[in-house]
């Protein structure tokens, strides 16, 4: 239930209407999402509260911004 918004507003335009370029990708875990964050290869990672307090980064400068739901 956590991404269904997210599957909902890109089956209904929502992203289209707004002229968002949207696309999902399933990462494989929070380890890989992360990664994929901090190597700027996603703007936006969906992850469970458990991964994000598994993940964490050795590269200190980039830092992502957690949102709690």
């Known amino acids: 239930m956590f991404f269904t918004t997210?599957?909902?507003v890109?089956?209904?335009g929502?992203?289209?209407d707004s002229g968002l370029d949207v696309g999902l990708t399933t990462a494989n875990g929070c380890d890989k999402a992360m990664?994929?964050?901090l190597?700027?290869?996603a703007d936006i990672a969906l992850?469970?509260?458990k991964c994000l307090?598994?993940?964490s980064t050795a590269?200190?400068?980039k830092r992502p911004e957690f949102s709690a739901s």
Do not use: I, K
Request: charged share 15%.
């Open 6 to 8: 997210a599957y909902v």
């Open 10 to 12: 890109m089956t209904r």
């Open 14 to 16: 929502f992203f289209n």
């Open 35 to 37: 990664a994929a964050l």
């Open 39 to 41: 190597a700027g290869a």
């Open 47 to 49: 992850m469970g509260r």
């Open 53 to 55: 307090s598994t993940c």
């Open 59 to 61: 590269n200190r400068r």
